[in-house]
Nanobody, 122 residues
Framework: QVQLVESGGGLVQAGGSLRLSCAASGSIFSINAMGWYRQAPGKQRELVAAINRGGNTEYAESVKGRFTISRDNTKNRVYLEMNSLQPEDTAIYYC????????????????WGQGTQVTVSS
């Protein structure tokens, strides 16, 4: 079992930045890909970004060039640097891990964090 704890959400004005962090504990030896999904009210949960053990990254088209995912394997943490935030980025952001080399499709996600709220005001 893998436990995930997120931090770093909050309220920011459009154009601002936030950094999310997710710490993994438990059966971390099994983890390959780590990343982030988000879910806005009334919408499906969607992939934001992911990074696997080899350092390969994947981003949603809507965040390319604005968000950067990184990973510290020595600390079992994954980070999401979010710049040029827009109101449409408002959502609950969930950390996710998989034993697969990706965290998509959603059914390969092995563990979820509790979620952290990101609110971007216009």
């Amino acid at each position: 079992q893998v436990q995930l704890v997120e931090s770093g959400g909050g309220l920011v004005q459009a154009g601002g930045s936030l950094r999310l962090s997710c710490a993994a504990s438990g059966s971390i030896f099994s983890i390959n890909a780590m990343g982030w999904y988000r879910q806005a009210p009334g919408k499906q949960r969607e992939l934001v970004a992911a990074i696997n053990r080899g350092g390969n990254t994947e981003y949603a088209e809507s965040v390319k060039g604005r968000f950067t995912i990184s990973r510290d394997n020595t600390k079992n943490r994954v980070y999401l640097e979010m710049n040029s935030l827009q109101p449409e980025d408002t959502a609950i952001y969930y950390c996710a891990v998989s034993t697969f080399y990706r965290i998509t499709p959603i059914n390969v996600v092995r563990s979820w964090g509790q979620g952290t709220q990101v609110t971007v005001s216009s």
